[in-house]
């Protein structure tokens, strides 16, 4: 892409003084329309060393309130950053509703083979690169985010210019170093990388503009340009989605996973209820023995398991998922028994909270993304978008809809870094789920457990049960498998869950 | 403090089973009261290693829900962590309340003399690491948080057979290094340095408990005692507490400051306000000229200084405070103008979240701290604790009383690190601010910077005054000085803000 640019193109200097002070304004006047449209800015800076990144995005702030934006230097990758999927670091740092964040540097590098290695687990060119990359993008447009390209593109004798300039002053001699000129050296070849990751990259979503940079007036008044009407269209898309998000939901009709987990009971009296807890218990019984006896060697297994995972730096992302009362956290509580506690973190997840809702959805997730080596055990989790958020309407239609394959995007980011993850359903039948709370209402230790809210979730029993059976169907990958947990036996799902966890673990960690 | 401990005490093997079991049952029951009273835990473990700190924090939440702890390993010391003050990753994860947060290893290393270096600023052995730690531990007991402090001591003959132990078996071997050995080899050189420690962090808000761990059945016996009675005693001071938080304000009768910034008119009519605008104005007037040039020179200075900074490592630090509409917006604008916008950030601070509630105070401030070469401007900021929240009455008397200590700690904290400090009072009069109210109000796209709350704030001038009088006197330290920025003219304010930083850094920065 970048062969044909010629990167020497001038501005008219006579000009120059009053379109920018016309472009100056209209940015002014764009960062206020950013706010009050609430609309996430993303800018990306790319480009050849010294093709004045930094200048270029000292005068894209110019005009604007400081209190508005952040600029990210993403050049260097941290420790922290090589422990996790590549796109982590810029996931959090996604901008807010309303706000503006400005990388120098960006997530597309990873598509330069030099820059491939400092990830472990990314292999150069490899198609997961390409997946993640648009997924990510598209991700965050579909969610309202604006994302502005740019490639700072400068010739090679400019380049071997600057670089002297550069050195010349003592004050900014310290920014050269040995790989510019091994850039401006190998400049051909650079270019050629450098095509190539903007080919594959330039989406109709997020398409790249090349900046002609050798002249840096030039430059500018193209970088205000483009960014003016790249905000003016996402402003008018925004007032087109706005009118399109009251759909009909269609109607579920797919498999149906949870309906014969247990033996449905038509006639339910108090004898009825006891046979067929005797019949459902009969798909999981265990006497105390094999309980203890299976509970101590999975546990111990997993306990050894942890230390390979440590030892060769894989995460683990566990999720669970299921009825009020299932279980979960007793469940939790013996996987995790035995573990190195420095070695797993269990994240209860509730309601967003205000700042959450101000960002993408899956962004508080991505958060908590756990490093290499280490378990991230999730009590609930972005599942709730296409359950509690779906049954209860607290998102609109499509965006929910959206949410299956967001979610099937993000798992398989953190599976093609290595992560291992496990998707438990904890399923109880409607019964099971009336005896336990009943149960809690009558013990004063545990009434504050069971609260309104449990008794109207389960007045929509129906629909949450269709919603995880659509959920089971959409998103249960090979990367990531959902495993039904039947759980009207607390303790033969217990072990369920152990010895699916100590089987996959071995299997992968061989 | 070691030295006369035997680390070889034996538990009752007989008894032990028992003893656990009624212990276990204590620790769930503790964690419960942790969460009902909301108390913030923190759980230190040091030691020696091999001293079996993993095991025995495994063996401290094996009986609790692990959905309301963290373990946090520290014992690495990150890039990100080398570029802050060394309690920064401490302070951003405290616990919020009812929460435990675990760390292996501590704050209290940094008094070890390898571990110390690893800190470019900080001086072994240096009096300010010793005042930063107990501020940090007596900030913390102060806003409730409970602190204990493990020390699990062995001897070194149990050192050197469990390294070999642990080096025998393939699955432990990884965990041996040759520091290890190298502790080993000179245990009683080692075991001064840690006694060293203990003696000069053992506060009597939290002193260190001395386990010796030989025989791990004695040493988490000890540990689940010194757990339970810590837990129980700082349950007690929760109560004595809660009822001392009533006071009344004790009278200011320091000086003042803000009064005679302008001169004060007593007949408030139409021509008394024209007046002495023209006189206000007297004490800060400025040619257009003079204005741009002046913008200028300092504007270029601090730019060329951030290269210093950077190049230097010192991260600076500005707050913003002063009267609403005092013009901090556009003060904040020009300071940054021409700055490289990757080496600052404006950070604006509005009423805390719920989750920043449910911190210390100080949490918020902590987690915004620049790194090393960094500027960070707030726009508001800690402050508030004394201003807003006194006046408005948001925070009980004796908790903002405290707060003036906690501030100079917490600044002194990181000068000691190396921050340039700056801390501006943006003074306007009383009249001003009234014309500037009026002007903000008759245009329409400025009238959304003016609500209730402005007018209800105006309404307590006097008593904010005496708040920012009182704030001015006991924050004024030489290390953190503040500025008062006489603002009835913006464009003087602007420039004096400029010339302060700009004489200031360039000082600093030789």
């Known amino acids: 892409m970048l062969n044909k640019v010629d990167a020497n193109r001038q501005t008219d200097s006579k000009e120059y003084k009053s379109e920018m002070k016309t472009l100056e304004k209209q940015m002014t006047a764009l960062q206020e329309s950013i706010q009050q449209l609430q609309i996430p800015t993303v800018i990306v800076f790319e480009g050849w060393g010294a093709s004045g990144k930094g200048t270029q995005i000292a005068r894209v702030v110019y005009p604007w309130d400081p209190r508005f934006f952040n600029v990210y230097t993403m050049d260097k990758v941290t420790e922290d950053m090589r422990m996790r999927p590549f796109l982590w670091p810029y996931w959090t740092r996604t901008p807010a509703r309303g706000r503006i964040s400005i990388y120098d540097k960006s997530w597309h590098r990873i598509m330069l083979p030099d820059r491939t290695g400092k990830w472990k687990t990314a292999v150069s060119g490899s198609p997961d690169l390409l997946y993640d990359i648009n997924a990510f993008e598209k991700q965050l447009t579909d969610d309202g985010v604006l994302i502005v390209k740019l490639f700072l ?26 790989k510019d000129w091994e850039q401006n050296k190998n400049y051909d070849q650079h270019l050629a990388h450098f095509s ?13 503009h090349i900046v002609e940079s050798n002249d840096r007036k030039f430059a500018v008044i193209k970088i205000y340009k483009i960014i003016i009407s790249s905000v003016q269209k996402a402003a008018e898309k925004l007032m087109q989605t706005n009118k399109l998000v009251h759909a009909e939901p269609p109607k579920y009709t797919g498999k149906k996973f949870l309906h014969s987990v247990y033996i449905k009971n038509e ?72 573990l190195d506690p420095r070695c797993y973190e269990v994240i209860p997840i509730g309601p967003p909270s205000q700042t959450e809702l101000s960002n993408h959805y899956l962004w508080r997730f991505y958060n ?101 059976d659509e959920m089971i169907l959409k998103t249960n990958t090979p990367f990531a498998p959902w495993t039904i947990i039947e759980s009207n036996n607390k303790k033969t799902a217990r072990i369920k869950v152990l010895e699916t966890v100590a089987a996959t673990l071995d299997n992968a960690l061989r």
């Open 153 to 178: 593109h400068i010739s090679k004798d400019e380049q071997k210019n600057r670089l002297k300039e550069l050195e010349k002053n003592s004050e900014t001699a310290w920014r050269v170093d040995e």
């Open 196 to 208: 190539q990751m903007l080919q594959r990259t330039n989406t109709s979503e997020s398409p790249w």
């Open 267 to 338: 006639n339910d009296n108090e004898n009825a209820e006891k046979q067929k807890r005797k019949k459902s218990s009969s798909q999981g019984t265990i006497t105390e023995k094999e309980y203890r006896d299976k509970l101590e060697l999975y546990q111990k297994n997993i306990s050894a398991l942890g230390h390979r995972m440590y030892i060769k730096r894989r995460p683990v992302v566990i999720v669970y998922e299921g009825w009020d009362a299932a279980g979960k956290g007793g469940n939790i509580k013996r996987l995790t028994e035995e």
């Open 368 to 468: 908590k993304i756990p490093k290499d080596g280490h378990f991230a055990i999730f009590d609930r989790s972005w599942y709730g978008r296409i359950l509690v958020e779906r049954v209860e309407q607290l998102t609109p239609v499509p965006v929910w809809q959206r949410a299956y394959q967001e979610i099937n995007e993000m798992e398989a980011h953190m599976y093609h870094h290595g992560a291992i993850i496990f998707k438990f359903w904890m399923h109880i039948d409607r019964d099971e789920q009336l005896r336990r709370f009943r149960a809690r209402e009558a013990d004063p230790l545990k009434q504050h457990k069971i609260t309104e809210d449990d008794w109207r979730n389960r007045s929509k029993w129906d629909l949450y049960e269709e919603a995880a």
